[in-house]
């Protein structure tokens, strides 16, 4: 059965950074593409930025477009979500979930069969 496990969460001040990783196991990572969400307290889950399962293509949503970069290593079975230039209203719940069914799962949460447990990031002063 198909796991991911997400790291790399934290505290960090406006502007800062962080890396997080997505670690998945129970199959080849090259047969799933990745999204990652978030989620942040009283409003529903977005979708952030997706991955193909070659790493050729990488989708973004606006908002972080430019500030986030999504990476894969499959020999690693480790998807990646570098976050430059950190804001408050970044502050959530960031969840990986890998998608079978497509090239690319996009930034809608339904095509999605397999999710972690998600790690808190909070951006703050």
């Given amino acids: 059965q198909l796991q991911l496990v997400e790291s790399g969460g934290g505290l960090v001040q406006p502007g800062g950074s962080l890396r997080l990783s997505c670690a998945v196991s129970g199959s080849t990572l090259n047969a799933w593409s990745i999204g990652w969400f978030r989620q942040a307290p009283g409003r529903e889950r ?42 408050p209203e970044d502050t959530a719940v960031y969840y990986c979930a890998a998608s079978g069914g497509t090239v690319i799962g996009g930034l809608e949460d339904h095509v999605y069969d397999h999710w972690g447990q998600g790690t808190q990031v909070t951006v703050s002063s």
């Fill in 46 to 87: 977005e979708g952030v930025s997706s991955i193909s399962r070659s790493g050729a293509s990488r989708i973004y949503k606006d908002t972080v477009e430019g500030r986030f970069t999504i990476s894969r290593d499959n020999p690693k079975n480790t998807v990646y979500l570098q976050m430059n230039s950190l804001k």
